[in-house]
Nanobody, 127 residues
């Protein structure tokens, strides 16, 4: 059974940093992502990793860094220069790939592509 547990959320001031961690069990794959959902908004992808390739939404590019640590079996999201618009619940997501998916770069942002999800961790950024 795949279990994903997010930690590291909290309340910070604009410009500060947070690092989220996703503790993983039952999954050793290399295709994962961080999504976020703000109240009244749809869940959106912020960062993804597939093997050695990383993907970022334009809104976080240059500020967020996603890292898959296979040895520790964790997924992290380092978030720098946080802005009030980053306020949301952040979710870790995973999908098992049995063969290499050459089209993944076009689908990594689609939430329905990921069957495994954590329960989320809240990030609040005040101005």
């Amino acid at each position: 059974e795949v279990q994903l547990v997010e930690t590291g959320g909290g309340s910070v001031q604009a410009g500060e940093s947070l690092t989220l961690a996703c503790r993983i069990s039952g999954y050793t794959g290399l295709c994962m992502a961080w999504f976020r959902q703000a109240p009244g908004k749809e869940r959106e992808a912020v960062a993804g990793v597939y093997g050695s390739t990383t993907y970022y939404d334009d809104s976080v590019k240059g500020r967020f860094t996603i890292t898959r640590n296979v040895g520790e079996n964790t997924l992290s999201l380092e978030m720098n220069n946080l802005k009030p618009e980053d306020t949301a619940t952040y979710y870790c997501a995973a999908v098992q790939k049995t063969t290499y998916d050459f089209a993944w770069r076009r689908r990594w942002t689609v939430a329905s592509e990921y069957p495994y999800w954590g329960r989320g961790t809240q990030v609040t950024v005040s101005s």
